[in-house]
């Protein structure tokens, strides 16, 4: 070989190791666990956005960004995409997608999400099994300073495993990870776009509107819902905030007639419930035993607290808990779980890393919140750590107050339990040109409210116009609606969850094949009645209260979850107080049908078929014990 030709190759090389350092987006399959949800939504697409991990060093490692895109199916759709921050601490926002599409009453503009760095579909994924043991912890008898202390050694456990794997954890922060977004936005080719935030995904706001500054991107519109204001957001007293809005609903509850007479003193006797639970946890044995200490107790109520529609059953909660009638318990344990197991190293790392600066301010709240209220701590995670943390660094970019006067509508919830309003409120007066918004007794993100879709609707249209407050307004005299009666059975949550969430086949047979029988023998008897011809009363009667049972229990479930809330958990409306009388019909009925058919020998079409639909039934009434019995 010789030497130009050597020089040459040594050129191709370098050129195409350089290129291979270059920012470039990259469309794909989808990346999924379940693809299978997509399979009717062709206008899903998904990729991955390859990006320095370091912007100061764009020659050295380089890790994938994972986003999603669904295209607005409008016939001429707007230009100017919806940008979607994700909530939580760093928790992966990809799974969200769907979500977002059906509930965005926006449908003529694109919408974007993406994993933050080190999170979700997003790579590298760090400690990504840290939920999975943030869970075992929680599922232990441990109390608050043990719990703590365990949690925290599993952060400094996730740090040595970063360190080991040459990951600096400052590269995975709020000013990085929004950089990511402005480079995602400019390599989809868009021009302008519209930030949509709720709780920190409006700290995700307030870092791309400093990382665009020099970038072509204008940004046209901020939908910020229960905000995080970078440099004012302190934790320490979270457990207050949490009691606060507590109060807010107990004495609605004492103050509403039927309420307080259906829960009397319940402010009174919860709280005395919750100082004994300090020396006496509640243990739970259903399907998976649990023991619930004081802060996990308190931690499911304020989860719960996000969402407003769940104020109204919160009393049926509380009552639940003092009485240790915990059946509902089986219902939720997954949907925690769940919610748990998202926690990954980048939580953690958007956690503490962004707000450390403030790191005195939160330790003087925060302990004396333990003196004061020990009752009402909850699990936060990571605000222990937080505060007793030497390691951690803080990024002093994130100690500066975003200032802009970019058309923005600011929304807060009066009945947050995690964001306070005045934070809301620092954020209207650092956005200056902004429209603000309080909606009286909504919880944590406005946006999943009909008030919060119709503002960001009429907002988003109209950036320089204040949307109508109608409906702002409206909410000032609505009452809560209080859950104080129902057909209580805990049972039906899981027939509606294995039918209509995870269409268990087997259960959809049960249930469908007595109905169509049902259906057709009643019409049968009915048309033999008419032209006088033998008329069998006894088949008649059972078809007829088969298919009253199982529309009256499909009916009654479907209005229960309208209602929405927590009800579902404990039974079905009120109305449905029937059901049991009617089954217990059925099965009397249905014996009496076994017993005149063998002792006849009569084994027709018809009365093998009705014997049948009775005992299928029969299995879901006392599979899901929908009976007297």
Not at 31 to 48: I, L, M, T
Not at 51 to 80: C, H, L, Q, R, T
Request: glycine residues 6%; contains cysteine.
């Amino acid at each position: 070989m010789n030497k130009y030709t050597f020089f040459f190759l040594i050129l191709i090389m370098t050129s195409y190791g350089y290129c291979q350092k270059q920012i470039y987006l990259e469309k794909t399959n989808c990346f999924f666990d379940d693809c299978d949800q997509f399979s009717d939504y062709p206008n899903v697409e998904f990729g991955y956005l390859y990006v320095p991990e370091d912007y100061n060093n764009p020659g050295g490692k380089y890790i994938k960004i994972a986003f999603s895109i669904v295209k607005s199916m409008a016939a001429n759709p707007k230009p100017d995409p919806i940008l979607i921050f994700g909530g939580g601490w760093g928790n992966p926002n990809l799974d969200n997608t769907l979500h977002y599409w059906r509930d965005m009453p926006v449908k003529n503009r694109d919408i974007i999400l993406y994993d933050y760095r080190g999170s979700g579909y997003s790579k590298p994924n760090l400690c990504p099994d840290l939920g999975k043991k943030q869970w075992n912890i929680i599922r232990q008898d441990y109390n608050y300073k043990i719990f703590t202390e365990k949690l925290n050694r599993q952060y400094y456990n996730c740090f040595d495993e970063l360190e080991q794997q040459g990951i600096d954890y400052r590269l995975y922060g709020t000013e990085i990870k929004t950089i990511d977004a402005v480079k995602l936005i400019e390599h989809m080719g868009y021009n302008e776009v519209n930030l949509f935030g709720i709780s920190n995904g409006t700290m995700g706001i307030q870092g791309f509107i400093r990382a665009s500054e020099n970038s072509a991107i204008k940004i046209r519109s901020i939908f910020s819902d229960s905000n995080v204001p970078m440099t004012e957001y302190l934790q320490g007293d979270l457990s207050l905030l949490y009691k606060q809005v507590l109060d807010n609903i107990l004495d609605d509850c004492a103050n509403n007639p039927e309420c307080e007479s259906t829960y009397p003193r319940l402010k009174e006797r919860f709280y005395n419930f919750l100082r004994g639970s300090l020396k006496n946890p509640v243990t739970y044995q259903g399907e998976k035993e649990f023991v619930f200490n004081t802060h996990e107790i308190n931690s499911s109520f304020h989860q719960l607290l996000y969402n407003s529609s769940n104020h109204k059953d919160l009393p049926l909660l509380l009552e639940a808990f003092i009485t240790n009638d915990l059946t509902f318990i089986d219902a939720l344990y997954d949907r925690f779980e769940n919610l748990v197991k998202e926690g990954n190293g980048t939580s953690i790392i958007n956690y503490v890393y962004d707000w450390k600066a403030r790191q005195k301010e939160v330790i003087k709240q925060y302990k004396q919140t333990q003196e004061d209220s020990p009752e009402f701590m909850w699990a936060d995670f990571y605000l222990d750590f937080y505060s007793t943390d030497t390691k951690v660094s803080y990024n002093p970019r994130d100690t500066i107050p975003v200032i802009s006067d970019i058309p923005a509508i600011v929304l807060a919830g009066t009945y947050d339990p995690i964001t306070s309003v005045e934070y809301s409120r620092i954020m209207h007066r650092r956005y200056s040109n902004s429209y603000y918004f309080e909606l009286a007794k909504v919880g944590h993100g406005v946006f999943m409210t009909s008030c919060g879709k119709a503002l960001l609707k009429a907002f988003i249209e109209q950036p320089d116009k204040r949307p109508s407050d109608e409906c702002v307004n409206a909410l000032e005299s609505k009452t809560i609606n209080f859950t104080t009666s129902l057909y209580k059975n805990s049972k039906v949550n899981r027939l509606i969850q294995e039918v209509g969430l995870q269409r268990n086949g087997l259960w959809i047979i049960l249930l469908l094949l007595p109905l169509l029988f049902s259906f057709i023998l009643s019409i049968k008897e009915i048309i033999n009645l008419f032209r006088k011809k033998e008329f069998n009363a006894l088949n008649f009667s059972q078809s007829l209260f088969i298919l009253i049972f199982l529309i009256g229990l499909s009916y009654f479930s479907f209005e229960t979850i309208q209602l929405g809330g927590l009800t579902l958990l404990f039974g079905l409306v009120d109305s449905a107080w029937w059901l049991p009388w009617c089954s217990s019909i059925i099965l009397i009925l249905g014996l009496f049908i076994i017993y005149r058919m063998i002792s006849s020998s009569n084994f027709s079409l018809w009365n093998v078929g009705v014997t049948v639909s009775s005992i299928l039934v029969g299995i879901t009434i006392f599979t899901f014990k929908i009976n007297l019995f």
